[in-house]
């Protein structure tokens, strides 16, 4: 931390020492610091700082002064860029670790507005229903028009139990809603797969950790050692907020044999990155469909965009959120620590991410699923009065079975992305057969 240091002279000189760094670091020695713009700006800086301190009611803490300052400056580039104190920079590595208590939803600011990416799936918001693109107004009833990122976020977490209320303006509603959110600790399982129908996978990709590729490698194996071959794959990245780059490039790679992933652009020389795919596997055939919508941000649409621009998989569902830049975790040395953009990501065709997102191949608007389970005709065995029952109980398989067709029930774009695989195969086996024929 910083040392508290008094009187005004001794706040004037640290920001002049500041103004002096500044002009060494940009090696410009032959500038004169009369006529430097960024000398001037910095030398009326001092001057604010020392009447704040001389002529303010109450003695202010020059600490305070100087983060406040520093916090405006960073926080004036864009929505992702922040300044982090040392207790906010502690904040981060927790937050960074996999396990903290919270609510689970990630977070930005988009006009101003304190702005939901996306529920985490399994959490308590997403449990409660808050979804992608909420306007969050207030937490705990203090207007969130004036905070940082970094205040909302942790204003928003806390110990495992306690409650939280957010107080939510959703498109299409009239009236501001308000949910009283229990926190609790959120483990981030980040893969999730399931049987969709004989020979067609599912895996569900809710964040991109350190463990992500490796996850979805090991599903895929087991996919495909069994005694039906795979058909075909929708991978789903709907609400995935993002994560490391260097999953989302490993996750990607697993199913490109060559080519150019994603590549970075940023004004020094070192954040110019290019990412490619290696042939050191055995290339997968299957079809491939990717499900997102416009809580996918980030290593999401990187990968989406990967997969889209080799023409590995068809993009299903609606257009995503267009988080195209990359935050450089930067420390310093009282334990503060800034969260920096420094590039934008671009996918294989050269298309900025930044605030376009990835459209999808076929657009498929998300419907809320109807809890009316009422057969349409017909009549089974089970409904005769008085039928003879079965002891036998399910077996695993088939309690698989019943859990990926409630799932298929519930989720109109899910259905839509089996459909596709499945017409996918059924067109393919046609052309060879009448090729053959």
């Known amino acids: 931390m910083l040392k508290k240091p008094t009187g005004r002279i001794t706040l004037a000189v640290l920001v002049a020492v500041v103004a002096v760094g500044v002009l060494l670091l940009r090696g410009m020695p032959q500038v004169s610091a009369d006529t430097d713009p960024t000398y001037q700006k910095l030398k009326l800086l001092a001057e604010v700082l020392e009447t704040v301190q001389s002529k303010y009611v109450d003695e202010p803490d020059p600490e305070k002064l100087i983060y406040g300052a520093i916090k405006g400056m960073v926080a004036s580039l864009d929505p992702h860029s922040s300044f982090l104190t040392p207790s906010e920079f502690q904040e981060l590595q927790i937050e960074t670790s996999g396990k903290f208590s919270g609510i689970g939803i990630e977070i930005t600011v988009q006009e101003g507005i304190l702005t939901v990416v996306s529920p985490i799936e399994d959490t308590p918001a997403f449990k409660v229903g808050l979804q992608a693109g909420d306007k969050i107004i207030k937490v705990d009833g203090k207007l969130t028009k004036q905070m940082s990122l970094m205040e909302a976020v942790k204003s928003i977490r806390g110990p495992k139990g306690t409650k939280v209320v957010l107080t ?3 498109s299409g509603q009239k009236e501001l809603m308000e949910f009283v959110i229990v926190r609790d600790v959120i483990p981030i399982v980040s893969v999730k797969t399931k049987n969709l129908s004989p020979g067609y996978g599912y895996i569900r990709v809710t964040t991109f950790q350190a463990r992500t590729s490796a996850d979805v490698r090991d599903a895929l194996a087991e996919m495909t050692n069994r005694e039906d071959p795979l058909k075909g794959l929708v991978m789903d990245l709907r609400n995935n907020p993002g994560g490391l780059l260097n999953e989302a ?23 110019n990155m290019k990412f490619y795919a290696r042939s050191l596997k055995t290339p997968s055939t299957y079809p491939m469909v ?8 980030s290593a999401s649409e990187i990968v989406a ?6 023409g590995r998989a068809v993009i299903l569902g609606t257009r995503t959120f267009g988080k195209g830049s990359v935050q450089t975790i930067i420390p310093f ?16 065709s050269g298309v900025s991410i930044q605030a376009k997102g ?6 498929v608007e998300a419907i809320p699923p109807t809890e009316d389970k009422t057969e349409p005709s017909g009549m089974r065995e089970a409904d005769i009065i008085g039928h003879m029952e079965n002891d036998a109980e399910p077996d ?42």
Do not use: C
Request: negative net charge.
């Open 168 to 170: 939510i303006l959703r």
């Open 249 to 271: 490039v490993d996750l990607a790679d697993l199913f490109l044999d060559e080519g150019l992933i994603v590549y970075t652009e940023g004004r020094v020389a070192n954040q």
């Open 290 to 297: 990717i499900l997102v919508n416009q809580g996918s941000a």
């Open 305 to 310: 965009g990967a997969l889209k621009d080799h």
């Open 333 to 348: 040395g009282d334990n503060s620590g800034m969260r920096l953009t420094t590039a934008r990501y671009f996918t294989p």
């Open 358 to 363: 990835i459209e999808p191949d076929v657009l």
């Open 396 to 437: 695993a398989q088939e309690a698989k079975d019943q859990e990926a067709a409630e799932m298929l029930r519930r989720d109109n774009q899910l259905r839509e992305a089996l459909g596709l695989l499945k017409g996918w195969e059924i067109f393919s086996r046609t052309r060879i057969q009448a090729k053959n024929g």
